[in-house]
């Protein structure tokens, strides 16, 4: 018997019960497109998320001031961590070689006036060289002056200006920053957020006007920018060797770069991606307990049928060989529509949520198809066997139902 | 063509052990034409199962066309009922999503025979059988008599060495019975061995050879002088 034949006769059976066939098939479909659709979801959130911080440029090196791992041994002088000041960022660049950019960050929010519109806004003090380490572009105007560390200028975020000059060239404009006066001198192109700062709602202003205006001494983070064909890692670690110097020998400085911190993130999002498609696959698995039901009816309807496959000499495994690829191609059929709903929803999500990316892996959609035909397999079994070991004597004395 | 030597069946009902069949010794010949009668409970239809292949005796040895049934594995038996066994049954036992002419491609399609072989042949039984119009017909587009000739069409295409009959006018009105009977002894004639089991004795005495069962053993194995093959009319089934 060819497996055409084999096909056609079992697909036959199908036929017969259209309704419960497709309530099983309905059961299966929803297991698969949840589990695409979980996984999409959570793929979704890993490439959002790996997104966000893959802008930032793979060869940065991110200065946060304080420690945050754990040390082993309790320390006897004062944990108290040192600020970071500007004259560390500025040793950081001219001891350790590989670095070529340095940008240091401060980092406060005050009010913008410019006429009579006001508005909310994150300002950030920093220096012209934040423009190439952060790969902003500028839409009319220039950055902040490479000589002038403390001049009252500032360079608006494309909201910004749209809100405060919204029909009015703002270049040589005033905004008032808190109790400071500045002059526009650029606008930077719309970019939106990265690592959840919107860069379209932020003003920039000199690194050192920022810390008088803010009245601080410490800045909020150090960028430094790698040569692309240096070691990143030695690069970090000098660094740190060189802060830890000029803060008296402590370590009170953590390093963060878009490595490490792409790899963190994968790895949370991987386990939540795998989280999400375990609960799903529970549903594929009820949904596999839906066809075995159906098929154990089956068998036990089909009973004179068994016989009689027996008695004009169906083999044992042509008896199971039938019923497993039932049981088979209930599921399979269910996996398919279930892709495919799957995908489709998450196609609608996309429309409706264009921002967040849905993404089905690769993996999940192969895995959707090869565990429903599994399923069905593995769950058909015990009532192929059942059907199999009818007695069929017994299958063929049962009167009509 | 069959051999049986000291069959017995015994089937575990409960605590007490039910003897069906308690040693029955027989032998028909090849191109026989025999019923086995008896009322119910005396181990008919359990002899025409163990004739069939689709049970196996307790004890005793089965011997069909000089081979030794009884210890065969159950792949080898399912082989022994596909090539030599044809089976008739009351109820048909047609399956009801396939035509007349799928229900007689059955048992080609578990002997994996070629599809276009197969459609031929089924086509060649529906002649046979006079049912050529009624090949792409459901069963239950069909009437009783006609179910049944399909299933003798189905019985007969894989050319089976011997046709077991079980009640084979049972469900049947008497003239599509005697049609029915008609069919299965001009198949007779052309040399396939007929066994019927039946309670009718209408049916069973049209037989050249008549056995009665009573309690699991043989107790009458007759020539019927009655029977007189190719002379009188058949006479009316009932």
């Known amino acids: 018997m060819n497996l055409l034949d084999l096909f056609r006769f079992a697909t036959g059976g199908l036929h017969g019960h259209r309704l419960r066939t497709g309530l099983s098939v309905l059961g299966v479909a929803i297991g698969v497109a949840s589990v695409i659709l979980l996984t999409s979801l959570g793929e979704g959130a890993r490439r959002y998320v790996t997104g966000e911080f893959a802008t930032l440029g793979s060869n940065l090196l991110i200065l946060i001031p304080g420690k945050t791992e754990t040390a082993g041994l309790a320390p006897l002088v004062s944990t108290a961590p040192h600020d970071l000041t500007r004259q560390d960022a500025e040793a950081v660049r001219q001891r350790v070689p590989q670095i070529r950019r340095v940008a240091p960050v401060a980092v406060g929010t005050a009010s913008a006036t410019a006429g009579a519109r006001s508005r909310e806004v994150t300002v950030i003090g920093t220096t012209h060289e934040l423009l190439a380490i952060r790969h902003l572009k500028m839409t009319s105007g220039r950055f902040l002056p490479e000589d002038l560390p403390d001049a009252a200028v500032c360079v608006l975020g494309a909201r910004v200006q749209r809100e405060l000059f919204p029909d009015r060239n703002p270049l040589g404009q005033r905004v008032r920053i ?3 006066r500045f002059r526009v001198i650029g606008v930077i192109e719309p970019r939106g957020t990265s690592i959840g700062l919107d860069l379209d709602e932020v003003v920039e202003i000199p690194v050192d006007t920022a810390l008088r205006v803010f009245n601080r001494t410490g800045l909020f983070r150090v960028l430094a920018e790698v040569n692309p064909n240096a070691d990143l890692d030695a690069a970090g670690r000098a660094a740190l060797e060189v802060l830890r110097e000029r803060h008296a020998g402590q370590e009170d400085v953590t390093l963060l770069t878009q490595d490490s911190v792409l790899t963190t993130f994968n790895q949370i999002l991987g386990v939540l991606t795998a989280a999400l498609a375990g609960i ?15 098929m154990l ?16 000499g169906a083999t044992h495994a042509q008896v199971v060989a039938v019923f497993l690829l039932e049981a088979a191609v209930l599921a399979t059929t269910g996996g398919a529509i279930g892709l495919a709903a799957g995908l489709a929803s998450g196609r609608l999500l996309e429309r409706l949520y264009p921002d967040f990316p849905v993404h089905a892996p690769e993996w999940a959609i192969l895995a959707a198809l090869v565990v429903s035909c599994s399923v069905g397999v593995i769950f058909g079994i015990l009532p192929a066997r059942q059907a199999a070991r009818l007695d069929p004597v017994e299958a063929l004395m049962r009167r009509k139902a | ?28 010949a090849r191109g026989d034409y025999v019923s086995i009668m008896g009322p119910s409970g005396s181990g008919k239809s359990t002899l025409l199962h163990i004739l069939g292949c689709l049970d196996r005796p307790t004890a005793g040895s089965y011997r069909l066309a000089g081979q030794e049934t009884a210890d065969l594995p159950e792949a080898e038996l399912s082989r022994v009922r596909r090539h030599q066994i044809g089976f008739i049954f009351q109820f048909f036992h047609l399956i009801p999503r396939l035509t007349a002419a799928g229900n007689i491609e059955l048992p080609m399609v578990f002997a994996g ?18 049912l050529t119009a009624r090949a792409g017909h459901r069963p239950d587009q069909l009437s009783g008599g006609e179910q049944q000739r399909v299933a003798i069409a189905r019985a007969v295409v894989m050319e089976p060495a011997v046709l077991l009959a079980d009640e084979p006018t049972g469900n049947l009105d008497s003239v599509s019975g005697s049609e029915v009977v008609r069919l299965i002894e001009r198949m007779n004639t052309d040399g396939l061995t007929l066994i019927v089991v039946t309670h009718d004795p209408q049916v069973g005495g049209r037989a050249r050879r008549c056995i009665r069962l009573a309690d699991g053993l043989v107790v009458e194995d007759t020539e019927p002088p009655s029977r007189r093959r190719s002379a009188a009319p058949a006479p009316e089934v009932t």
């Open chain 1, 178 to 180: 808190g109790d400071w």
């Open chain 1, 280 to 294: 799903a696959a529970i549903s594929l698995g009820v949904a596999g307990l839906g066809i075995m039901n159906v």
């Open chain 1, 297 to 312: 009816v089956s068998v036990s309807e089909r009973t004179r049928e068994i016989g009689l496959l027996k008695a004009v």
């Open chain 2, 1 to 28: 063509m069959i051999q049986l030597q000291g069959i017995e069946r015994v089937y575990e009902v409960g605590a007490s052990p039910v003897r069906a069949l308690r040693g029955v010794n027989l032998s028909i």
């Open chain 2, 113 to 130: 025979i070629p599809a276009e072989e197969r459609r031929e042949r089924a086509r060649r039984s529906l002649e046979v059988v006079g």
